[in-house]
């Protein structure tokens, strides 16, 4: 079992930066695959990075590519994503995700949510 918990959002204008924390609960953090996901208003959750249970391997949607960095400190039981450039067209409820050892990009893959943390971006 992983409790999640997400912090870091907020209102930012467009260029500015954010950085999210998501803390895990469980001794086994360091098996879980972690996904950030985002949902705007209206539209459908969708995925927007992932990071291997090393940390070795990460990937991102499109959309964020070269703006967003995910990163996990397993020491500390956490995942992060920076979010750089951010543009109004980011804003959303973001959450974190695990699933148990490899990476997958769809959220009905994942077995443990956070509650969200709500990011905007004004312009």
């Known amino acids: 079992q992983v409790q999640l918990v997400e912090s870091g959002g907020g209102l930012v204008q467009a260029g500015g930066s954010l950085r999210l924390s998501c803390a895990a609960s469980g001794r086994t953090f360091s098996t879980y695959t972690m996904g950030w996901f985002r949902q705007a208003p209206g539209k459908e959750q969708e995925f927007v990075a992932v990071?291997?249970?090393?940390?070795?391997?990460?990937d991102y949607a499109d959309s964020v590519k070269g703006r967003f960095t995910i990163s996990r400190d397993n020491a500390k039981n956490a995942v992060y994503l920076q979010m750089n450039s951010l543009k109004p067209e980011d804003t959303a409820v973001y959450y974190c995700?695990?699933?148990?050892?490899?990476?997958?990009?769809?959220?009905?893959?994942?077995?443990?949510w956070g509650q969200g943390t709500q990011v905007t971006v004004s312009s």
């Open positions: 990071i291997s249970w090393s940390g070795g391997s990460t």
């Open positions: 995700a695990a699933r148990y050892l490899g990476v997958k990009y769809t959220a009905a893959e994942y077995d443990y």
